[in-house]
C-alpha cells in the first residue's frame, strides 16, 4: 500500500539556524503534498503545501522542494525560531482529487535560543 | 465560522462499549476525513468522504463505521471498544475536487481511552 517515510524523528538546532525534514513516498500517482505543523495539544495546522506539476515553492522562511522522479520532498526552515519548535508531519496524496492522505510518522524540532 | 468541531473532547470507554465521535464543520466542504493519533505513529486515516452519501476506507478502518448524510456532519461510531483503540482522533475538512484549494482543516481532537 501507499507509504510516507520521514526523517529525522527528532531535531535540534540552534536558533538562527535551518531545518531539513526529508520525506519519501512510495505512490507515483501522488499528486499533492502538504506539510502541516502541529503544536501541543492542537490539532494539525498546514503550513505549506505543493503539486506534482512544481518543482519547489517558497514562503517566507519556508520552502518545500519535490523530486517527483526520485519520489522525495522535503522542508526548509531558514533562520529558526523558538516558536518554531513543534512536531511537523508530511504527507502524500492517494487520491485523484488529492485529498485523502497518507502522513509520514512526524519530526519533533526543537529550536533553543 | 466555527470551523471544525469535534465532541466530546475526552472520553473513557470500558471495552466492549460503543460510542460516537462527533465531527462538524461550517465550512461547506465536500471532503472530511477521521484520523487517530498515535506516539510515534503519526496520524492514520481510518475513513474519508468525499461528499453526503459517499465514504470510503482509509489504512484502518477497522473496527470504525462512519456514514455521511449531510455536508456538515462526519461522525465516527466505535461498536465495541477495545483497549487498541485508545488513541486521539482528528476530524479533517477540506474542499474537494473543483476548486485549487485543498486544505484540510483539522479539529482540536477527542482523546479516547479504552480500559
Known amino acids: 500500500g501507499e507509504n510516507v517515510e520521514q526523517h529525522p524523528s527528532t531535531l535540534s538546532v540552534q536558533e538562527g539556524d535551518s531545518a531539513v525534514i526529508k520525506c519519501t513516498y512510495s505512490d507515483s500517482a501522488s499528486n499533492y503534498f502538504p506539510w502541516y505543523k502541529q503544536e501541543l495539544g492542537k490539532g494539525p495546522q498546514l503550513i505549506i503545501d505543493?503539486?506534482?506539476?512544481?518543482g519547489e515553492k517558497k514562503d517566507q522562511r519556508i520552502a518545500v522542494t519535490l523530486n517527483k522522479t526520485a519520489k522525495h520532498f522535503s522542508l526548509h526552515i531558514t533562520e529558526t525560531q523558538p516558536e518554531d519548535s513543534a512536531v511537523y508531519f508530511c504527507?502524500?496524496?492517494?487520491?485523484?482529487?488529492?485529498?485523502?492522505?497518507?502522513f509520514g510518522k512526524g519530526t519533533t524540532l526543537s529550536v533553543s535560543s | 465560522n466555527a470551523g471544525v468541531t469535534q465532541t466530546p473532547k475526552f472520553q473513557v470507554l470500558k471495552t466492549g462499549q460503543s460510542m460516537t465521535l462527533q465531527c462538524a464543520q461550517d465550512?461547506?466542504?465536500?471532503?472530511m476525513s477521521w484520523y487517530r493519533q498515535d506516539p510515534g505513529m503519526g496520524l492514520r486515516l481510518i475513513h474519508y468522504s468525499v461528499g453526503a452519501g459517499i465514504t470510503d476506507q482509509g489504512e484502518v478502518p477497522n473496527g470504525y463505521n462512519v456514514s455521511r448524510s449531510t455536508t456538515e456532519d462526519f461522525p465516527l461510531r466505535l461498536l465495541s471498544a477495545a483497549p487498541s483503540q485508545t488513541s486521539v482522533y482528528f476530524c479533517a475538512s477540506s474542499y474537494h475536487s473543483g476548486s485549487p484549494y485543498n486544505e484540510q482543516f483539522f479539529g482540536p481532537g477527542t482523546r479516547l481511552t479504552v480500559l
Open positions: 505543493i503539486r506534482s506539476n512544481v
Open positions: 504527507a502524500a496524496s492517494f487520491n485523484q482529487a488529492g485529498t485523502a492522505l497518507i
Open positions: 465550512m461547506n466542504h465536500e471532503y
